[in-house]
């Protein structure tokens, strides 16, 4: 109390509390925004892990073959170097897995849309064209949906079945929407209709997370990657079985 009246706050003492709220907001947010980007990568994560293990009871429900998607095949780098069997599609890459995610919380459909995908399920595709198939976060590795059996992989732990896929747009390019991409389809294949190995404009989100993306191999287990870690070839080339 001064002279009978309640002490109050001064002008510059009430900018000197703004001040330190707004240093402390401006210190804050990164952290809280980094550590929502963190969660959303690990649910990304946590995803293709799920996806992985539906894989691994599909399998054990189909004599070890993988969904087969597309037309049988071999040699699918040498019988589609150019895309002359993609048709007739079966079924979505995917989709055979769908009842075997049916274990994890739901809604099921949540397994396969990455939280930090803008457009999971592909609406940016179906309005360029009504007809384009079914897609999602993920894509699977072509290589698996010609009628490929396990045993057919040399080298479990170091082979990519399930990717992400690319959404968005990169400059006047539209964004990736297949379900399956293709490793054969790149710039040493002249005949082939586009280059989905690209790191920036090819079917793999490859900057999802920052500078990384997931994959999910064939022994089930998932990691988070920088492209090239995959696909630096011909040193570097995780998503390729040898005929």
Known sequence: MRNGSLAGFTLIELLVVIAIIAILAALLFPVLSSAKSAAKKTTCLSNSREIGMAASLYLSDFDDVYPQTRQSSSNPALEDSSGQIEEPIYSPALVPLEPYVQF??????????????????????????PDSP??????????????????????????????????????????????????????????????????????????????????????????????????????????LIQP
């Open 104 to 129: 994890a919380a739901p809604p099921h459909e949540a397994i396969f849309a990455c939280p930090e995908d803008p457009d999971p399920f592909g609406s940016r595709c179906i309005a360029l064209d």
């Open 134 to 239: 079914d897609v999602n976060s993920y894509l699977a590795n072509a290589y698996f949906v010609f009628g490929l059996s396990q045993s057919a992989v040399a080298n479990s732990a170091s082979t990519i079945y399930i990717a992400e896929r690319r959404s968005v747009g990169v400059g006047e390019d539209d964004p990736y929407c297949d379900d399956i991409y293709h490793p054969w389809f790149n710039a040493t294949n002249p005949d082939s209709p586009n280059d989905d190995m690209d790191s920036v404009s090819g079917a793999v989100a490859t900057t999802r997370h920052e500078t990384m993306s997931n994959f999910s191999f064939v022994d089930g287990h998932v990691k988070s990657l920088g492209w090239f870690a995959t696909y630096s070839p011909p040193a570097v080339n995780l998503h």
